[in-house]
């Protein structure tokens, strides 16, 4: 069975930063591309970033694009989420997913695994 255990969620203001944590266990976390996905209140889950095995390849939603990083350790089994001048339509609850190849994916479907979630709340 796999984990994954978001941290790094919280309260912050508009254009402020927070970075997201997930740690991995259970499957080899290198092999295997990793996304983010968050779900804002009374709105269904939609993708935010993905990024491939190697951590060589990245793909972004348009909406964060330019504020937002993916990146990832993975002698950590960990991916992080680095948000940088959050807006308040940025507040949901974010979601890793490990996915099932190597390469970038925006879809559900494509992941076999998925955390808990934490919550970010952005303020005005």
């Known amino acids: 069975q796999v984990q994954l255990v978001e941290s790094g969620g919280g309260l912050v203001q508009a254009g402020g930063s927070l970075r997201l944590s997930c740690a991995a266990s259970?499957?080899?976390?290198?092999?295997?591309?990793m996304g983010w996905f968050r779900q804002p209140p009374g709105k269904e889950r939609e993708f935010v970033a993905t990024?491939?095995?190697?951590?060589?390849?990245?793909y972004y939603a348009d909406s964060v694009k330019g504020r937002f990083t993916i990146s990832r350790d993975n002698a950590k089994n960990t991916v992080y989420l680095q948000m940088n001048s959050l807006k308040p339509e940025d507040t949901a609850v974010y979601y890793c997913a490990l996915g099932r190849g190597r390469t970038i994916a925006s879809m559900q479907y494509e992941y076999d695994y998925w955390g808990q979630g934490t919550q970010v709340t952005v303020s005005s």
């Open positions: 259970g499957r080899t976390f290198s092999s295997y591309a």
């Open positions: 990024i491939n095995w190697s951590g060589g390849s990245t």
